[in-house]
């Protein structure tokens, strides 16, 4: 298990956590917050492992189902752990993750554990929607903020983790301070092959073969592959302003961009537009296929391109 001198980082939240185990005022509960990704779970284990818990001694609670909450049952489920003495450890650590997912009901539920802490239960709540707390669990808990990696804390983590140098720019590139997504878009040839293609069709008027590559990714990380879509259609609008090559994201495709970019075309600024709207449908449990499909029909319209001069 990773210690917390070996977190790239969240350096501030890292310093905090180890002073508060130097001096023996350990929070029975803390909430980390902040944006996805950036390892908000991964501290709170190394957390962990320095005050000694062993890994018996670790719950993790997570969403579940179609709806993706943490149910009455979960919560129950942690209330009667945290009533019960460690296995092996000193303390126990109960970490019940995107807890902004609880309904009011399990909010509630958990508020009643808090307000009768066992000494040696540590709970740690992680969400990247800390409005969403209810505010009385915020004031029972020790909050821990935690911010996106620069882009020199992502490459020495992609570093550390093995990752080929030849991968890391891209990947860092897409990443948006987040180690998760960075290590998700390093291994995406096979992702961008099939956007690349579907998009290919789409400003070449093939749209039934465009729909049929969109097949190729609907189990993807939706962030992930809308992200491909937003530097696929930035990349052909630098290329029509004749922008240099070294401002590409995809410049080993470069070639073919430009043969794509005499084409029509539709604004950035409206398949920016589109894929926001990408997102929202995907939060509401939306599948991607559908969705990409949706965001490339609000597309067609002739308003909505730009020929080339």
Known sequence: MQHLDAIHGNQAAVHYLQHMIKEGRVHHTLLFYGP???????????????????????????????AYIHTMESMAEVRKAASEHPYESQKKLLLIREADRMLPSGANALLKTLEEPLGTTVLILTTSNVDLILETIQSRACLVAFRALSKEELEAALIDKGVDADK???????AQGSISRALEYENEEKIEGSVFAALSRFVQGDIS?????????????????????LQWFRDIHLIRAGASEDLLYNKEQSEALKQLAI?????????????????????HNMRLKP???????????????VTRD
């Open 36 to 66: 996805e990704g950036v390892g908000k779970t991964t501290c709170a284990r190394a957390f962990a492992h320095e005050l000694g818990i062993r890994p018996s001694d670790i719950r993790e609670f997570h969403p579940e189902g179609k």
């Open 168 to 174: 890391i720019r891209k990947a860092v590139s897409l």
């Open 209 to 229: 073969s465009c729909f049929d590559h969109l097949s190729e990714v609907e189990e993807e990380n939706p962030e992930h592959v809308f992200d491909i879509v």
């Open 263 to 283: 084409q029509p075309v539709p604004e950035l600024d409206h398949v920016v537009r589109s894929v926001h709207k990408g997102y929202t449908s995907i939060k």
């Open 291 to 305: 969705v990409l499909e949706g965001i490339l029909c609000s597309l067609i319209p002739n308003n909505s391109l």
